[in-house]
């Protein structure tokens, strides 16, 4: 299946527009539910979102059959394919990583994640060869994930952007502006470069200042306007709404998100479940917040209607 966006057009796309991942529906069993994802992937775009990440970290990637990120990414490119770019995901090993490429890329979409790889800690040239193999083995565009054990130091980014023409961007995952800044500073803009640490608002400003202009908006899922309306700010440079917001939802939303590991993605199902876009629970060994939990987010939830 041919791609609906150029190489040019995805960069374009990506490097400035607030961006977003879907969480991947499950009904009641726990089973890819299709007709609940379409209708979430419709609502997405009625949004002014530039690129649309699906299976990706927010997406569960990591908890999906490789049978059903095919049903995940075939279905995005069904509801939404021309209409932004469609970016899948890729990783845990090589010879995985390939499998998850490959159908991405005859699913149609724009382009491919790439996530660390699985469990084991590894020396910078053994990333590189990792990414490489993945890269080579597709022709769709391939933006490096750098986080958690895959973090590439700015001399492997350079030699990577070096050897993979079809690489196209780096996501930070990591949060560390000075290693992240010797990257941009070293590669350039052979590169799009975007923000992806969890609650990346948190991170807006700071990304910004050394030109990183976009990030990814995890709680676009549940507050789509306030997400924009912050995104917005910050680009026009209107640092009294930048920081109200901050102040008022984002860090107490940070705090409650810390409480325990996997909540970045497990509160994100439960406000999707409060707007009344209920997307079923998290697959284990990610958990539920409990009732208290879900009623700070709810007061939370409160809060962004104002924006």
């Not at 054990?149 to 780096?170: M, T």
């Not at 309306?229 to 705090?255: C, H, M, Q, W």
Request: net charge negative.
């Amino acid at each position: 299946m041919t791609v609906h966006f150029s190489k040019e057009q995805t960069v374009a796309a990506i490097g400035d527009g607030l961006l977003s991942f879907p969480v991947t529906d499950f009904d009641a069993a726990g089973r890819f539910d299709a007709a609940s994802y379409r209708k979430r992937l419709e609502w997405f775009v009625s949004h002014d979102v530039s690129a649309v990440f699906v299976a990706g970290g927010t997406g569960e990637f990591f908890n999906l059959s490789l049978e059903e990120f095919g049903d995940v990414v075939r279905t995005a490119v069904d509801v939404i394919g021309g209409r932004v770019p469609i970016i899948a995901s890729a990783g845990l090993s090589v010879e995985s990583g390939k499998a998850f490429a490959r159908v991405a890329e005859e699913a149609g979409a724009d382009g491919v994640l790439l996530m660390p790889p699985y469990l084991t800690e590894c020396p910078q040239e053994g990333l590189v060869e990792y990414a490489r193999q993945i890269c080579d083995s597709t022709t769709v565009n391939v933006i490096y994930y750098n986080r958690g054990n895959g973090v590439l130091e700015a001399p492997a980014v350079q030699q990577l952007a070096d050897q993979c023409p079809n690489l196209i961007g780096l996501k930070d995952g990591k949060g560390d502006m000075q290693l992240l800044n010797k990257i941009v500073k070293t590669v350039g803009d052979r590169l799009v470069y975007v923000g992806g640490v969890p609650t990346a608002e948190i991170f807006a400003e700071a990304y910004l200042s050394i030109g990183v202009n976009t990030y990814s908006s995890a709680v676009f899922n549940f507050v789509p306007d306030m997400a924009l309306t912050f995104y917005r700010a910050l680009r026009a440079g209107d640092s009294a709404t930048v920081k109200k917001i901050t102040n008022e939802f984002f860090i107490p939303f940070v705090d409650l998100r810390d409480r325990k590991k996997g909540y970045a993605v497990s509160l994100i199902k439960v406000g999707t479940e409060i707007i009344g876009r209920p997307a079923g629970s998290v697959r284990v060994p990610l958990m539920m917040p409990n009732a208290d939990e879900r009623a700070r987010l709810e007061r939370l939830i409160e809060i962004a209607k104002g924006y």
